[in-house]
């Protein structure tokens, strides 16, 4: 079954960045639309952006436009998601999900997704 894993999360100032990863141990990738989500605390999962399978077309949440940017790199099966500008409300853990019927039926369905890593802790701090 094919399992994500997320890393590149950590402790960082408001207005820093930082680089997300997801890869797939064992996997390819490259059939598939990557998405990303977060959860902050007593909060509910939220769509951040997605990546199509072939890595031609993205979306992003309103709240992260202009500030986050997703990208794949086959040669590395890995899906990468840089956030700059990080604000405090930006603090969450972070998951990645993969979907082969693209991005529109996974941030459509994401609720039903079953298959969610361990996420990578994202805390926006001073």
């Known amino acids: 079954q094919l399992q994500l894993v997320e890393s590149g999360g950590g402790l960082v100032q408001p207005g820093g960045s930082l680089r997300l990863s997801c890869a797939a141990p064992g996997f390819t990738l490259d059939h598939y639309a990557i998405g990303w989500f977060r959860q902050a605390p007593g909060k509910d999962r939220e769509g951040v952006s997605c990546i199509s399978s ?22 590395k099966n890995t899906v990468y998601l840089q956030i700059n500008s990080l604000k405090p409300e930006d603090t969450a853990v972070y998951y990645c999900a993969a979907e082969y019927l ?21 805390t926006v701090s001073s």
């Open 102 to 122: 693209g991005c529109e039926h996974l941030m459509d369905n994401y609720y039903a997704y079953d298959n969610w890593g361990q996420g990578t802790q994202v």
């Open 54 to 75: 072939s890595g031609d077309s993205t979306i992003y949440a309103d709240s992260v436009k202009g500030r986050f940017t997703m990208t794949r790199v086959s040669a």
